[in-house]
Each structure stands twice: as C-alpha cells, then as structure tokens.
C-alpha cells in the first residue's frame, strides 16, 4: 500500500502532564496584560523582555545537550511548550527562528567554537535570530541564488540581497544561504550557509518592507562587498543546500502551520457564547474536529522526528492542511456573524478579525508556498 | 500477523462477483463463516471479554483493511455491537449483529415494540445490540421482521425493521451507543481512501493523454497531494476516535468521527475526478470505495449531530477554555 504512515503519538505522560500545567501557569502570569488584538499576533509578536522570561524558566532549547544550555528534554516536551505558546498568543518572535531552526542547524552542523558562542544564549532567550533564504528572483526556487560570498583570507566577501527576512531590523543574526562557488546555473551546487551578525557587519544595509497591513515585519538586506569572518561559515563549504533542506524541515512541521488564527476561535467562541444558533454549534463542531485531527497529525510528526525519522513528507502534508484550515476560519467566522473587521477597533472581535484577514494570505507562503508543498507531496507518492 | 490473514483471507474469498452479488442484496454466507472463523466479530473486546486483547493499533488496522477491501458484510459492526453487548455485561452476539438507537419504541407488558429504522443487513443478522433511553437490549432475530426495505448507496440492504419482543435481556447502557458506530466507520473510511488513492495514483500512471501520463501534470499532482492530505485526516481522525472510545471520551469520537466523514465526501470527490468517466463505472473497481464512502459517512449519527454534539460543548467551554478542552480530545 502507498498509505503515508502518521504513526500514533504516544499517549502524555505524567511528565508531559505535569509540564503542561506548570507552563499554562507560567504564561497566565507573564501574558496577564496582553489584549486579544495582541494575542492574534501569534508567532509574530516581538518581545524580547517575554523571551529572556522564558529562557530563564528553561522553556528555550528544551532538546539540546545540557552542556549547550539547553535541557535535554524530549520533543513531545518542546511540542508542549511551542503550542501552547501559540494557543496563548504569546510574543515568542525574538527567539521563535533561533530555538525552532537556527539552534537546531548549528546544533547539528556547526562547529565546537559555534555552538559555544550562539546555542548558550539561545537557550537563554538573549539571541534572536532571522531567515536568509529568499531573494528578489529567488523565493521558491531557492537553487537559483544569487548572493555571492567569496573567500579572501580570513573573511568572506558577501554581495547580494534577500528579502522577507522578518526581524531583521530587531535580530542579532541571521543564517545566510549564498553561493560559495559558480553560478544560479549550477543549482545546489556550490552553496553554503554563513552566519552573519546583523548589528556589526560593514556592508550591510537593512531596510523596511512593509505589508499590506501597514506593518513591518519583513525586510530587505543588502550586502555590499560585506565583510564576515571566515570563522562564521556554518557547516561545510558546499554543503549549503543538504543544509538548508534540514533547517526547512525544521520550519515545516509545528504547530504554527495550524494555530496562527487560534485567537480568532477563542474570541469568536466569547461572542457566539449566550447566542449560539444550531448552525453555529455545527460549525464550531466541525472547526474543533479539523484542529483536533490537525493537532494529532503534528504530534505524530513530533514522534517521528523524536525516532530521527523522515518526516518532510508528513511534514508538508501537515503544512498544506494547516494553512487551509487557518486561512478558512476568517471565512467562516464571516459565515456567523456580521461585523466589519477594523484593524484599529476598541473591541476585540473587529481588531482581531482585521489583524487575521490582513496576515491570513501569508500563511501559504512562508516556508515554502502551498504549491511547492503539494509538489513536495506528489513526489512523496511517487509521481515524478 | 492479524492482518496478513485478514488480507490474505480476502485476496482469496472477496473476488468482484461476491462484491456484485452483495450490491443485489445476497448474503455471502461461506465468507461469513472465515471472518467467524478468524474470530473477527470478537476483536475489538479485551481476553476478559472473551476476545484477544488485541492493541488498539492491531484492532485499527483490522477495522481499516475492512474499508480497504469494501467488505460487504457487517463485520465492523459486528465487533462495535460486541463491544457494547460485552461491557453492558450481555451475552456475545452469536453472528452477524446490528448497532442501532431509537428512543420512540413502545416498552408494554414487558414487549419492546416500534421501528428501528435502516439496520444494515438487518435481515440476515442474529442479533441487534439496541439502545432505549438508558437500556441497552439483546434482541433476538426473531424479535423482528422486515417493515420495509432501505438501500444504501452502496446497494447493500438497510431495512428498517418491526420490533415486537418479549424482553429477556437487557442492562445499563453503558456509553454513547452510536460512538462504537461511528468509530468503526470512521477506520473504514481512511481504509477505503487509502484504497481510492491507490487506485487513483495507478490510474494517473498508465493513463497516458496529450502524450505523457496524467500524473505528469502539475495540476494533477495538486490533486493527488490533496487526497493525500484528505487520508492523512482520516487516518488519524479513526485513530483519534479509537483513543477516545477506549477511554468512552465522547467528544473525542465525534471530533475524529466528524473529521472522517468530511474527508470521505471530499476524498471520494477528488479520485472520481482523477479518474474521469471511467471512475463513474462500475466496470472500474473505484465505485465500490466511492459508493461506500458516501454510505458511510451518514451512518450512525450524521455529520450534523456529531458537529453539534462537538460544537456545543466547545462553546460552553468559553474563549479561554476552548484550547484546554481541544487538548483534552
């Protein structure tokens, strides 16, 4: 049979229990003051004051080696700690890339003088990192980058230019995907991955892209004949799309491609409580089926990255359903009941519909757009 | 182990005249007597029950190769009757059993009369595990005759049938007497879905159009990653409800129950269309999984009640109780 095996989560154990409990306590306490509008931001909310406060409760780097920070926790655990962050609408911005995908890469591809210098403060919610994968000709087809990085000495010379690097303006680093030798035409070849210090490298220039939604969240950053050590080469030199790949499959499988408009339930719920009609309840009926099913799946993605194994099959699947499913609760909420969505209301049902139909068309987009992922799906099942 | 016989067993037993025979209505009673044999009927109860204890992943697996074959006899619900007649503390049904609910029956000097309406099979059954109000009932088959003929969209029979019986055995209904139902459906329909993309990835390989395979093109992929995607949620929809009706969580059934029954419509939808006309035949095998899909998604309580049930429930919970209670499914 070609069936995709979603292996059954375990069942929680009594620590797993436990750790839930005492961090839904901890978030209680530390999200007290933040209104609904600031809740759907979701995983894009920036607070580095929220994240050095996880960091010091031992909440980042759940998974590493001790001996790096972190607390050799298990991945259910983490999962525990991540989805409960976005049910919560917590601002886990400033450490969101750094503990989901920049940690992990130089956990698994860096050197012993790296994972001293970055994984400590990391795990201590100090660092904050960005993505430097796209370019303005290379967003999907990242093997046609462009960004050229050329040894002299003991530093590199970088000149290119990426955009929708969320935060750049507000991080300290970024992992730079750049062409180490030849040209776009050579593919995956040739390509390698540099950390580059985004307050301190000469020749580099960040600047604001905004969105739609008037926010500004993404940026371009351009280097000019930008000077970074040598040392900062992450990795092989060469080796950067294999590496690449692994952190992608880092960004495809939580719980953020499903909770984004998690908010937009928890405050449709307070307006339809008191008034709620049968066609409501069957709507929210079929909603919470959907999340609940969506939430298994990711967990058993979490059990089989715990195992080591291949998951980006089940990975994507997960991300495409996820997207659909958290694109459609603005549709739906508009299905029971009327209100003009105002991005500057007073009352939190207008200001976070508005916040979630303006951020809701991205969702399909970052971390690899819903048709890359169904060509990712269709290779799985052996179509091409 | 378990399933191999169960697949073995059918390669042999299950050709498509048996299947063609079934959709006329006619009992398949020699593969009947092999899936007795292999005790089917018992497997979803524990060895103090009388059956095998089997893991909640063997049982799965059993009850999705039954979806995965459209195995035309009520053997799924066979072993929820079972399950149920086993916890109230009832006798074993003693061959093919019905599941059924109805509340306007008339109970009078001990009779137990009225209509149960559509029983699968209920012509051919031994006996009906049937939930009144807070009884659950043993009835016999000769507690009923035929009141009128029912046909699924699948062609198999579901009759609704004239209850007159003089009550000998009953006990506290222990659960939800549709969520066993809805449970064993829910496993069915991910098997028959990873039977519509089996087929479905075949066809798109050898049809060839336009000079290459139909899979070739993008926009057919598209569409096999989204019955891919579909699977995926039924898969785990049956095992979410499995988990909960273990643990007689009734919400967690019909969050798992209520998802498999979206994905069969849309599933079934999806492999018809990759198919073209040939997949709107009944010279192509894919109707018996499309037609059962359809059937079986209505089953047992329909999408309604379940989303209901599920929908009400979340609401009471409140805005900042609804991720708890989501993490509770």
């Given at each position: 049979m070609t069936a995709i095996p979603f292996p059954a989560p375990p069942a929680d154990s009594a620590e797993v229990i436990a750790l839930r409990a005492e961090f839904r306590a901890f978030l209680d306490q530390q999200l007290a003051s933040r209104t609904p509008r600031q809740r759907s931001d979701n995983w894009y909310g920036y607070d580095r004051g929220f994240s050095r406060a996880m960091g010091q409760a031992g909440y980042l780097g759940m998974t590493w080696p001790k001996q790096y920070g972190g607390h050799e926790r298990s991945a259910f655990e983490r999962a525990v700690i991540v989805e409960e962050c976005l049910a919560a609408g917590a601002?886990?911005?400033?450490?969101w890339i750094a503990d989901r995908q920049s940690g992990p890469s130089i956990l698994k591809f860096g050197t012993e003088a790296q994972k001293q210098a970055f994984l400590p403060r990391i795990a201590a919610g100090e660092l904050s990192f960005g993505i430097g994968m796209s370019e303005p000709d290379s967003g999907s087809d990242l093997a046609a980058t462009r960004t050229k990085a050329v040894k002299d000495g003991d530093v590199y010379r970088v000149t290119g230019t990426k955009v929708w690097t969320s935060f750049a303006h507000e991080a300290d680093y970024v992992i730079l995907f750049c062409r180490t030798s030849g040209t776009p035409a050579d593919r995956h070849m040739g390509t390698s991955q540099l950390l580059v210090d985004l307050k301190n490298t000469p020749g580099l220039t960040i600047k604001p892209i905004i969105d739609l939604a008037g926010q500004h969240h993404f940026n371009e950053m351009h280097f000019e004949d930008a000077i970074v050590p040598?040392?900062?080469?992450?990795?092989?030199?060469?080796?950067g799309w294999d590496q690449v790949m692994s952190e992608l499959a880092f960004e495809r499988s939580g719980p953020e491609r499903f909770l984004s408009s998690i908010e937009l339930m928890v405050q449709l719920i307070e307006v339809l409580k008191g008034r709620d009609s049968d066609a409501a309840q069957i709507t929210v009926g079929r909603v919470t089926a959907r999340l609940a099913v969506l939430r298994r799946l990711s967990r058993s993605v979490a059990g089989m990255l715990q195992e080591h194994q291949n998951a980006n099959l089940q990975a994507a699947i997960v991300k495409d359903v996820g997207a659909l499913f958290e694109q459609a609760l603005p549709e739906i909420a508009r299905e029971l009941i009327d209100a003009e969505a105002d991005p500057r209301a007073a009352g939190a049902y207008a200001s976070v519909l508005a916040n979630i139909v303006h951020n809701s068309p991205s969702w399909s987009l970052r971390g690899g757009t819903r048709e890359i992922l169904r060509g990712i799906i269709a290779r799985g099942l052996g179509t091409r | 182990m378990l399933a191999e016989m169960i697949t073995r067993l059918f390669e042999r037993s299950l050709d498509d005249a048996a299947q063609a025979a079934a959709r006329e209505g006619q009992w398949l009673p020699a593969l009947w007597a092999e899936v007795e044999e292999m005790g089917l009927p018992l497997a979803l109860l524990t060895e103090d029950q009388g059956g095998f204890g089997l893991s909640f992943a063997e049982a799965g697996e059993a009850l999705r190769l039954l979806g995965s074959h459209a195995m035309p006899l009520p053997v799924a619900e066979t072993m929820a009757a079972n399950q149920l007649l086993a916890a109230a503390g009832l006798p074993l049904a003693e061959g093919p059993s019905g599941l059924a609910r109805a509340d306007d029956l008339t109970i009078s000097n001990g009779r137990l009369s009225g209509t149960v309406a559509r029983v699968a099979w209920g012509e051919q059954l031994d006996c009906l595990a049937l939930a009144v109000g807070d009884k659950l009932y043993r009835v016999p088959r000769s507690g009923w005759s035929v009141a009128e003929a029912g046909t699924a969209l699948n062609f198999h029979p579901r009759p609704s049938l004239a209850l007159d019986w003089a009550i000998d055995a009953e006990a506290a209904l222990p659960w939800c007497p549709l969520a066993g139902g809805a449970t064993v459906r829910a496993y069915q329909i991910a098997g028959a879905l990873e039977a519509a993309l089996e087929m479905t990835l075949s066809h798109t390989a050898t049809r060839v159009q336009f000079g290459k395979p139909l899979q070739k093109n993008q926009v057919v992929q598209h569409e096999l990653a989204k019955l891919a995607g579909e699977l995926a949620c039924a898969t785990a929809a049956a095992d979410l409800a499995g988990e909960a009706l273990a643990r007689r969580d009734v919400l967690g059934v019909a969050a798992g129950s209520q998802r498999a029954r979206e994905a069969a419509g849309a599933g079934a939808s999806i492999a018809t269309q990759m198919h073209g006309?040939?997949?709107?035949?009944?010279?192509?095998?894919?109707h018996l999984y499309t037609t059962s899909l359809w059937t079986w998604?209505?089953?047992?309580?329909g999408q309604v009640s379940w989303a209901k049930l599920l929908g009400s429930a979340a609401i009471d919970a409140g805005g900042p109780g609804y991720w708890p209670m989501v993490t509770a499914l």
């Amino acid at each position: 049979m070609t069936a995709i095996p979603f292996p059954a989560p375990p069942a929680d154990s009594a620590e797993v229990i436990a750790l839930r409990a005492e961090f839904r306590a901890f978030l209680d306490q530390q999200l007290a003051s933040r209104t609904p509008r600031q809740r759907s931001d979701n995983w894009y909310g920036y607070d580095r004051g929220f994240s050095r406060a996880m960091g010091q409760a031992g909440y980042l780097g759940m998974t590493w080696p001790k001996q790096y920070g972190g607390h050799e926790r298990s991945a259910f655990e983490r999962a525990v700690i991540v989805e409960e962050c976005l049910a919560a609408g917590a601002p886990v911005g400033a450490h969101w890339i750094a503990d989901r995908q920049s940690g992990p890469s130089i956990l698994k591809f860096g050197t012993e003088a790296q994972k001293q210098a970055f994984l400590p403060r990391i795990a201590a919610g100090e660092l904050s990192f960005g993505i430097g994968m796209s370019e303005p000709d290379s967003g999907s087809d990242l093997a046609a980058t462009r960004t050229k990085a050329v040894k002299d000495g003991d530093v590199y010379r970088v000149t290119g230019t990426k955009v929708w690097t969320s935060f750049a303006h507000e991080a300290d680093y970024v992992i730079l995907f750049c062409r180490t030798s030849g040209t776009p035409a050579d593919r995956h070849m040739g390509t390698s991955q540099l950390l580059v210090d985004l307050k301190n490298t000469p020749g580099l220039t960040i600047k604001p892209i905004i969105d739609l939604a008037g926010q500004h969240h993404f940026n371009e950053m351009h280097f000019e004949d930008a000077i970074v050590p040598a040392d900062m080469l992450l990795g092989e030199e060469g080796q950067g799309w294999d590496q690449v790949m692994s952190e992608l499959a880092f960004e495809r499988s939580g719980p953020e491609r499903f909770l984004s408009s998690i908010e937009l339930m928890v405050q449709l719920i307070e307006v339809l409580k008191g008034r709620d009609s049968d066609a409501a309840q069957i709507t929210v009926g079929r909603v919470t089926a959907r999340l609940a099913v969506l939430r298994r799946l990711s967990r058993s993605v979490a059990g089989m990255l715990q195992e080591h194994q291949n998951a980006n099959l089940q990975a994507a699947i997960v991300k495409d359903v996820g997207a659909l499913f958290e694109q459609a609760l603005p549709e739906i909420a508009r299905e029971l009941i009327d209100a003009e969505a105002d991005p500057r209301a007073a009352g939190a049902y207008a200001s976070v519909l508005a916040n979630i139909v303006h951020n809701s068309p991205s969702w399909s987009l970052r971390g690899g757009t819903r048709e890359i992922l169904r060509g990712i799906i269709a290779r799985g099942l052996g179509t091409r | 182990m378990l399933a191999e016989m169960i697949t073995r067993l059918f390669e042999r037993s299950l050709d498509d005249a048996a299947q063609a025979a079934a959709r006329e209505g006619q009992w398949l009673p020699a593969l009947w007597a092999e899936v007795e044999e292999m005790g089917l009927p018992l497997a979803l109860l524990t060895e103090d029950q009388g059956g095998f204890g089997l893991s909640f992943a063997e049982a799965g697996e059993a009850l999705r190769l039954l979806g995965s074959h459209a195995m035309p006899l009520p053997v799924a619900e066979t072993m929820a009757a079972n399950q149920l007649l086993a916890a109230a503390g009832l006798p074993l049904a003693e061959g093919p059993s019905g599941l059924a609910r109805a509340d306007d029956l008339t109970i009078s000097n001990g009779r137990l009369s009225g209509t149960v309406a559509r029983v699968a099979w209920g012509e051919q059954l031994d006996c009906l595990a049937l939930a009144v109000g807070d009884k659950l009932y043993r009835v016999p088959r000769s507690g009923w005759s035929v009141a009128e003929a029912g046909t699924a969209l699948n062609f198999h029979p579901r009759p609704s049938l004239a209850l007159d019986w003089a009550i000998d055995a009953e006990a506290a209904l222990p659960w939800c007497p549709l969520a066993g139902g809805a449970t064993v459906r829910a496993y069915q329909i991910a098997g028959a879905l990873e039977a519509a993309l089996e087929m479905t990835l075949s066809h798109t390989a050898t049809r060839v159009q336009f000079g290459k395979p139909l899979q070739k093109n993008q926009v057919v992929q598209h569409e096999l990653a989204k019955l891919a995607g579909e699977l995926a949620c039924a898969t785990a929809a049956a095992d979410l409800a499995g988990e909960a009706l273990a643990r007689r969580d009734v919400l967690g059934v019909a969050a798992g129950s209520q998802r498999a029954r979206e994905a069969a419509g849309a599933g079934a939808s999806i492999a018809t269309q990759m198919h073209g006309a040939i997949g709107f035949t009944r010279e192509h095998r894919l109707h018996l999984y499309t037609t059962s899909l359809w059937t079986w998604r209505d089953e047992f309580g329909g999408q309604v009640s379940w989303a209901k049930l599920l929908g009400s429930a979340a609401i009471d919970a409140g805005g900042p109780g609804y991720w708890p209670m989501v993490t509770a499914l």
